[in-house]
T-cell receptor
Framework: EAQVTQNPRYLITVTGKKLTVTCSQN?????MSWYRQDPGLGLRQIYY???????DKGDVPEGYKVSRKEKRNFPLILESPSPNQTSLYFC????????????FGNGTRLTVT | RKEVEQDPGPFNVPEGATVAFNCTYS??????FFWYRQDCRKEPKLLMS???SGNEDGRFTAQLNRASQYISLLIRDSKLSDSATYLC?????????????FGQGTELSVKP
């Protein structure tokens, strides 16, 4: 089944404790992206990647890192999480950046205390 | 002005009603648009892609008006299961790399 898989689904952590949210897609998509969704603010792009070893900042990249060492994986790293990073996170992929719809993972609900 | 704007609703309609949402976009050169459906705190799911004047899939019809720079989503014969938030997506005006911008979403509630 074609899908984008995120893990974990739920994560509660404390301020400053490094964490990684994994994202993997099995559709051979070139483009991958991370979003966060907060009430009243909609979906905001954190980072994106147009292909292996090609990543760039989105609208809200502060406090996050990403890597794209393989085409299928695009992990999101929070080196020192803070409470303002409490949010619902989505990974998404598409065949290409132009004209292709995004396919979303099922989300990670992160709480930082 | 936001690049993609939607009426947030909520739209409260009875079962069987026809309901339409509009979405305005800023990038006049946009060629592709999308409507997504999002259930509460779940991932957005692609409902329809719109590449030309419009698209139809069963009870759902999407139309594109390039002159006025808006796309619409029409839902006929509403079902209880149509209750969700509908997100309009269009390419960014400011980013030439094809970045997609999501509207804030329109909430639909279909009542018995």
């Amino acid at each position: 089944e074609a899908q984008v898989t995120q893990n974990p689904r739920y994560l509660i952590t404390v301020t400053g404790k490094k964490l990684t949210v994994t994202c993997s897609q099995n559709m051979n998509h070139e483009y991958m992206s991370w979003y966060r969704q907060d009430p009243g603010l909609g979906l905001r792009q954190i980072y994106y990647s147009m292909n292996v070893e090609v990543t760039d900042k989105g609208d809200v990249p502060e406090g996050y890192k990403v890597s794209r060492k393989e085409k299928r994986n695009f992990p999101l790293i929070l080196e020192s999480p803070s409470p303002n990073q409490t949010s619902l996170y989505f990974c998404a992929s598409s065949l290409s950046r132009f004209g292709s719809p995004l396919h979303f993972g099922n989300g990670t609900r992160l709480t930082v205390t | 002005r936001k690049e993609v704007e939607q009426d947030p609703g909520p739209f409260n309609v009875p079962e069987g009603a026809t309901v339409a949402f509009n979405c305005t976009y800023s990038n006049s050169a946009s060629q592709s648009f999308f409507w997504y459906r999002q259930d509460c705190r779940k991932e957005p799911k692609l409902l329809m892609s719109v590449y030309s004047s419009g698209n139809e899939d069963g009870r759902f019809t999407a139309q594109l008006n390039r002159a006025s720079q808006y796309i619409s989503l029409l839902i006929r014969d509403s079902k209880l299961s149509d209750s969700a938030t509908y997100l309009c997506v269009a390419p960014s005006l400011y980013n030439q790399g094809g970045k997609l911008i999501f509207g804030q979403g329109t909430e639909l509630s279909v009542k018995p």
